[in-house]
């Protein structure tokens, strides 16, 4: 005589069981499909995929190009090649390698990073195949300016009776002391400077430099002669002359025609104005902005 009763009773107890059979076969699912995809999409060219530059001085005569050779090796037990090697941005650059890389053999991949600004560049370079998946090579480094002094505008072009506004922005990067610049107008010039303002604090992980701000006028008495001029700079030993082109007067003392330049405030923080890249703009006059100011 079978015993209902106790069937009953067993039945809820293996209900759990079944769950955790369930739960079980669908982890071991999920991870066979896990290490499947990793065989598959896992680089068929093994070797260090990432070059960190470090710091990388620019000079003041242009960017600074800096070059690291990927070593790689293949180990994938059947030969590759390589068919296009595609940098993510206009400062990475491949140098010619020899695409065919043979069973166990080595490939060299010369990378090239240009830093023209102050800051951290990162860039990768996508590898593709004929046969094989894609892959991806990382270089990145932090971009220094020799000179850290920028100059807004480049060029002052003003009448007798005038005035100008410049702007002088230092660069810095650590805590410590700022030195800045001292500001030299020539005879018969008057300068009023402003006060130094911080406009941005130095950022270690993206290597952004910090900014401080000093706005001067310029000023021309009426009766000051027309032609070229200047005013001299110095600053950690390092001076040039900012060039200052007088036109003639027009009427007489400060009741002269003004341009809408006249009230300009030139703001660091704008690209347009703070020229990190010597590429951005090139002066008609050497010395016109920080890039032609000579390094120590």
């Known amino acids: 005589m079978v015993d209902m009763n106790s069937s009953q009773q067993d039945s809820p107890a293996r209900r759990p069981m079944n769950g955790l059979l369930l739960i079980g076969g669908v982890l071991l699912l999920a991870l066979f499909v ?9 680089p068929v060219l093994s070797g260090n995929r990432h070059h960190d530059f470090g710091l990388v001085r620019i000079p003041t005569e242009g960017p600074a190009y800096v070059t690291h050779v990927f070593r790689l090796e293949n180990h994938s037990g059947r030969p590759l090649k390589i068919k296009r090697a595609v940098p993510s941005c206009g400062c990475t650059s491949v ?60 060029v002052v072009t003003m009448r007798p009776g005038q005035s100008r506004p410049v702007s002088l922005t230092v660069q810095f990067w650590e805590n410590g002391s700022i030195q800045y610049p001292v500001v030299k107008p020539a005879e018969g010039m008057k300068v009023t400077e402003g006060r130094w303002k911080k406009v941005r604090q130095f950022d270690p992980d993206t290597g952004v430099p910090g900014l401080t701000r000093m706005t001067f006028q310029l000023s021309l008495p009426g009766d000051f002669a027309p032609g070229q001029n200047g005013v001299l700079i110095e600053m950690a030993n390092r001076e040039f002359t900012l060039p200052v082109m007088i036109r003639p007067g027009v009427g007489r003392g400060p009741d002269v025609e003004k341009d809408e330049t006249s ?22 006059v050497v010395g016109t902005n920080s890039s032609a100011i000579p390094s120590r």
């Open 263 to 284: 009230d300009k405030v030139y703001d660091p923080l704008k690209r347009t104005m703070l020229q990190e890249n010597p590429e951005d703009e090139v002066p008609v």
């Open 95 to 154: 140098d010619y390698f020899d695409p065919d890389v043979p069973v166990d053999g080595v490939v060299e991949i010369p990378v090239v990073l240009k830093l023209k600004r102050s800051a951290r560049e990162r860039s990768k370079v996508t590898l593709t195949f004929d046969e094989a998946s894609p892959m991806t090579l990382h270089v990145e480094g932090v971009g220094r300016l020799e000179n850290p002094l920028i100059i807004e505008p480049p």
């Open 34 to 42: 896990w290490l499947a995809v990793q065989w598959f999409m896992a």
